[in-house]
């Protein structure tokens, strides 16, 4: 009698499971939560180089066509000298509109986990987009010094379609030579 007892039970525990299922599966599907637009704890690269550096960034937005803010950063232990000219290359199928006067250069407090990018002061600086929208250079008014982080910040409307983006930095120190030399790459992704 116990057994029979116990096998109806199980029967009705199972019956309720497959019913659990069945609604679930039939709802409408839940809001995706998508990321804070940081770079990956882990980024990997067929062509493995040891010239490649990779540069942190910050993006608020992955979403393509999305209105956004990037921020370029280069931080204090991606250079040993001071900045007296950057230039950002910029990929020629990146379709999105690159404006001078919504860049800037600011120094700026590196986001985690907890916290996000944020500018803490804006620098003076010329900025100017080449006309085939390949090219950023940015001239401070004065060389950014050795310590600290800096970063360009970009607003902008992301680029159509899901692409990865290499932005590359080439920085021109002060000093008799002027020549501009690879810092590193922002490998920027768009969902």
């Given at each position: 009698m ?8 199980l029967?009705?525990?199972g019956?309720?499971?497959a ?11 839940e ?12 980024e990997?690269?067929w ?5 490649y550096?990779k540069l942190?960034?910050?993006?608020s937005?992955?979403i393509?066509?999305d209105r956004?803010?990037?921020f ?16 950002i290359?910029v990929?020629d199928?990146?379709d ?5 006067h919504r860049?800037?250069l600011c ?6 986990m907890m ?7 804006t ?11 390949t ?6 008014d004065?060389?950014?010094?050795a ?5 360009v ?5 992301n680029?159509t379609?899901?692409?990865?983006y290499q932005?590359n930095?080439?920085v ?6 002027p ?13």
């Amino acid at each position: 009698m116990a057994r029979s007892i116990t096998r109806r039970l199980l029967a009705g525990a199972g019956t309720a499971a497959a019913l659990l299922i069945g609604s679930t599966l039939t709802r409408a599907p839940e809001q995706i939560a998508h990321a804070q637009g940081t770079p990956g704890l882990m980024e990997f690269r067929w062509d493995t180089d040891r010239d490649y550096r990779k540069l942190y960034y910050w993006q608020s937005s992955e979403i393509e066509n999305d209105r956004a803010d990037w921020f370029l950063t280069l931080r204090e232990k991606d250079r040993k000298t001071a900045i007296l000219k950057l230039t950002i290359t910029v990929p020629d199928y990146f379709d999105s509109k690159l404006k001078p006067h919504r860049i800037s250069l600011c120094r700026t407090t590196a986001g985690s986990m907890m916290s996000r990018t944020k500018c803490k002061e804006t620098i003076p600086a010329v900025i100017e987009v080449n006309k085939d929208q390949t090219e950023i250079v940015v001239f401070p008014d004065t060389p950014l010094p050795a310590d600290g982080d800096y970063s360009v910040w970009i607003k902008l409307f992301n680029p159509t379609g899901k692409r990865m983006y290499q932005f590359n930095a080439l920085v021109q120190a002060p000093g008799d030579v002027p020549m501009s030399g690879y810092r590193g790459s922002w490998l920027i992704s768009v969902d």
